[in-house]
Structures are given as C-alpha cells and as structure tokens.
C-alpha cells in the first residue's frame, strides 16, 4: 500500500510545483524602488503666471524686431544661431561660444513678447532645442545642472540659461518644450549656481566637470555675480520658493561691499529685486554710483572707435537702474536723457544706418540688416550685441510704459 501512496505523492508534488512556476511566470513582476531613492517632484507647471511690464508705444519696437530678424535670417534648419559674422568677408571662423549663443536664444524669446508674434519663439523653441543637449548633469561629481562649453562649466552659463528659460515664460507663460520639463531644468541649473557659492561671499565663475569636478579658484568674470543674483531672482519670481530670494539676498549683500563697476547684471538684478522684493536704501544708493560710472565716461563710450556691444550693455545697465527706481518711487528723470544718448549712438550701428560710411552692397544689406556691427575697425556682428541691444530696449520700453 505505501509503495503506491509514494509515487501518486510524487506526481502531485510535481504537478504543483508546475502550477507554481506556471503562475510566477505568467504574473507580471512587482518592482519597489530602493529606499534611497527618491522620486523627484514633478515641476511641469511653474508655482506663478507671468507679470510682464507693459510696453510704451515707440519706433523703437522696430529696432527690436530688425535684430530678431537678423537672427532669423542668420539660423540653420537646425537651429544654430550665428555667434559671429565679419560682414565684408562672411568670415566665420570664430570659436563659438555656447554662454553667448543661449543668450541669443533669450533674445529670440524677447522679440516674441515684444512682436507678439509667434515666429520668433517659433523659432528660439528649434534653437533651445539645438543647446539644451550641452546642458550638463553628473549627481556624482557636481550639484546640480551645467552649461558646458570651451572645456568647462562657466558660471554664467547657468545664469543665461536660465535666463532663455525666463524670457520664454515670460513671452508664453509655459515651461513645457515638446514634453520636456523647462522649468525642471532652470531649477537643477539655480542648484548649481547656489553649489558656487565662495566662503566669503559671491560666487567660483568656473568648474571643470571632468573627473572628480574642480572649481578654479582664479578665474574672474567681472560680470558673473550680478548675473547670477539675477537668475536667483528669476527662479524666485517663476516659482515662488523662498530660498531663491535669500539666496540672491546674501550674495548681494556681498557684492554691496565690492568696487563699483558698470555691471549690468547686478543693475538688472535691481530691477527684479524692485519688481518682486523690495529695493532698500543701500541698493539705491549701489546703483547710483553704477549709473554716475556709466555716465561720467559718456563722452570717452561714445567714441566710433568704441564697441556698439560694450555700448548696448551701458544701455542695459542704465534702463535697468531707471526701472528700479520708478518702481520704487525714487528719482528717475535724471536718467532719461543719458539712456537715450546711448540709444541713439547703437542705432547708428544697425544695419543698414552706418555711421562709419562702409560702402555696402545690396546683398549685404539684404543678409544683415538689424545686425550690430561692432566699431569702424571691426565690422564685425556678434550674437551678444544683439541680445544686449534686445534687452536694453526692452526694458526701455517697459519703463517708458510705467510713466
């Protein structure tokens, strides 16, 4: 009898085992994340709709739109930009730099809010596509996201990339390109920002992601603190975290104590800091003495000789200070006259005006006007002056529009 019970025993434990791997193949499998994983917040919708200044009604708005014309006209299929163009020999052979060129994309953008015409952010949307690829993110070696280019992470290629960020928000209230998370991006890239924060005050303005990622200690651009405080400000304003304005809030505190110098990042970051925060006495008092240093060297900037790209920043930096100043109900008028000589000595350097007597040909009108060339010594056009210039007038007309 036992002799038959133990093989009809065996057959059914076979059989159950069969059912068993049978089932577990069959059920689709149940995966857990790791506990040190954590899942991000999605951030596919910013925390604020956009609050753009009005724009004054003026004959300015075409100088606005010749540039972004010029930068149309000067785009691949692709979406690459011109960073820099000799206008007589077509030349251009000039290392590319990726900083400059999402500034043109941030002009792009503007020209969108300006026109209110969709091409341009048409086309900004095919050229941020092109540049978002050199953005950089490595959670092992460094904080945060980068903008690679020339063999490092400079600082101010997160503050413009942010910036390009921005400015779409602004021209369309939307931080979603084809699906992808812009807003996601601007965040990961104010994270890197804050991880350069130095010791004793502003910022490290370059980082070698290569290896184990090193900052270089020595290497200055005068321009990256008041940059970076205004791409802090920018977050801040586009969704609402606090942490953004206390940081833009120390590093100024810190740059208070600097030497003055006619920057035109940390003159915009007052502009924001009037529109979102509050703009105290000191800051007033800082830019003042930025806008008396612009003023006092009019007559030596106004030279032909001198640079329209150096001039467009005078003009940046200038409105910039008047728009904090009206929003803060403090003397303005005092300004108006200085921005506007500025304003007319660039305009003589949009093509077609030329106020170096260039003989130009028809063609070359054709293919670069509402571009800046440089001075009488380099007829040179290069995609910064065109952001400068976008951004100068821009403001320009918004603090018109606040009279």
């Known amino acids: 009898m036992q002799k038959r019970i133990i093989p009809i025993l065996i057959a059914i434990l076979i059989v159950a085992g069969g059912v068993y791997f049978w089932t577990r193949l069959t059920q689709p499998e149940i995966q857990t994340l790791p506990e040190d994983i954590v899942t991000p917040i999605p951030t596919a919708l910013s925390a604020h709709a956009p609050n753009v200044l009005p724009l004054a009604t003026s004959p300015l708005k075409k100088s606005i739109t010749s540039a972004g ?21 077509n030349d251009r052979s000039s290392t590319p730099s990726n900083l400059r060129l999402m500034g043109g994309v941030s002009a792009l953008y503007t020209v969108c809010r300006v026109s209110k015409d969709s091409t341009y952010c048409e ?14 993110t490595d959670s092992e070696h460094f904080k945060g996201t980068c903008l690679y280019t020339n063999g490092v992470c400079p600082l101010g290629g997160a503050t413009v990339s942010i910036d390009a960020i921005y400015k779409r928000w602004q021209a369309n209230g939307n931080v979603l390109l084809n699906g992808h998370d812009l807003l996601a991006d601007a965040v990961n890239l104010g994270y890197f920002i804050a991880s350069m924060r130095r010791p004793e005050g502003g910022f490290y303005h370059s980082f070698d992601p290569h290896y184990t990622g090193t900052v270089d200690p020595n290497y200055i651009a005068p321009t990256f603190n008041g940059e970076a405080i205004a791409a802090l400000l920018q977050l801040y304003e586009m969704t609402g975290n606090e942490f953004w304005l206390e940081q833009a809030r120390e590093v100024n505190e810190f740059m208070l104590t600097q030497p003055i110098t006619e920057d035109y990042g940390h003159a915009y970051a007052f502009a924001l800091f009037a529109r979102v925060d509050e703009l105290t006495q000191t800051d007033q008092a800082y ?24 001039t467009s920043t005078k003009i940046e930096t200038l409105t910039s200070i008047a728009q904090a100043f009206a929003l803060s ?16 000595f660039v305009q003589a350097r949009q093509l077609p005006a030329n106020d170096c007597n260039f003989a130009f040909s028809q063609d070359v009108l054709a293919r670069y006007k509402g571009g800046l060339f440089s001075n009488c010594e380099d007829p040179s056009i290069r995609v910064d002056a065109i952001q400068h210039w976008v951004n100068g007038l821009t403001m320009y007309l918004e603090y018109l529009g606040m009279k």
Do not use: C, M
């Open 287 to 310: 830019a003042k003495q930025i806008a008396d240093l612009i003023i006092a060297g009019q007559v030596r900037s106004l030279n032909p000789a001198n640079s329209s790209i150096s």
């Open 329 to 344: 109900e403090t003397d303005h008028s005092w300004l108006d006259r200085e921005i506007k000589t500025f304003i007319t």
């Open 123 to 136: 086309a900004a949307d095919r050229s941020l596509e092109h540049y978002l690829p050199n953005l950089l």
């Open 69 to 89: 014309d010029y930068l149309l006209r000067q785009q691949l299929p692709n979406g690459e930009l011109a960073y820099q163009v000799n206008i007589f020999t």
